[in-house]
DNA sequence: GCAAAAATTGAACATCGTTCATTAATTTTT
DNA sequence: AAAAATTAATGAACGATGTTCAATTTTTGC
């Protein structure tokens, strides 16, 4: 078979990356393969390569999506309260959340790789830093005298505490007890950052 | 060729893994292959099948090994302090050393993995709620009146936020400024959840 | 309708993890 | 000391993987 046209070049390209975010979000990342994304969207594994550079390339743009979604679920369930530190902590049930909904899509966002293409990273820091500005936004208003190296500081250190959960939580093993639930941690580490944040 | 026995069974399986654990160092577990592990030990790959179930199997061995050396590292670098609050900032800033000096095999200890035998991860268990005893350790001197339930809590709020923060900054792509150093994000961190804590 | 361009294929390649019958060395038995 | 049994290690093979690319077919522009 030769030239079939049924879809563009963009709708190809975004044929294969949620066929390809199906797969992952039911197998895991490291068991889907070219020849599964390819039958999944009715094409041979060569096409594959003529829209994408890579496998890699394409899980890239597959976080691409997941980190969008992400954001926008933290952004809702913020925008829902209108207390910072409500607000910051609905931020962190959300992202933990996400997490535990979403394990292996959450796996393949944060598992580190060289990147091959250029445009992919340059769209997930563009979405990584709207994540980073909807904390710094509460956390402004929680210290209006808070410096900007300190709002950022600060920003990075809570959401590192809040990703380290979900991390943690994901590593089955890590799990000795199960008393500790998601929440808990997360009021625990919240509550105590933001109460010293306040009276700095 | 046949039988050899230069080594007893152990030693076999500890140059396995002592091996694995070099070639992950230098190129990351995901280029380390089966023959080439068999290589570096002047065995054949179906050896390792002899001795170990999996490459998976292999790489949990090599993940106890690290985690002994993490907590050993971490220990160390907390017993040259007397204050408590010292203690657990130096724990955390051992424990970002340890993930940015290892990077490969930090990525591969936190890398989720269903796993095939089941004596590695009871191994691993322990060494991890030895980190975790390091912790709440210090917690309970800092408050004495804390319940074992709120220690327990918040060693692991501690854990994920120190976790958290090694994580994120192995994902080069999640650090678009680099004006702020590990230590800084873990001084934020740790200060502002242990002052809490202390007053609680 | 025809030539040029573009899209898709499918066969091929090297490499991967893993298995297992075969072989060689060592122990054990006689 | 020879034969038998056991163990260690091999290496060839299997199926599956990511990726490439010449060949083929369809569409497009003239």
Redesign the interface.
Known sequence: MGRRSDHSREELQSLIVEATLDLVKEHGAEKVTARQIAQAVGYTPGTLYSVFINLQDIFLHVNELGLSTLFEQCAKAMSAQTEPFAAIRSLGIAYLEFATNNTHQF?LM???AD?PSEEA?AA??TR??SM?DLIEEQLRILNPDATT??V???A??????????A??R?????Y??R??SDS??VD??V???????QH?
């Open positions: 796996d944060f598992a580190r990147s990273p997930i820091q990584i830093r980073f190296a300190q950022k500081l600060g990075r250190a809570l959401w590192s505490g809040v990703h380290g959960t991390t943690l994901l590593s089955d093993q890590l000795l007890d008393s500790s808990d941690v625990m580490l509550n105590n950052f933001l109460r010293s944040w700095r």
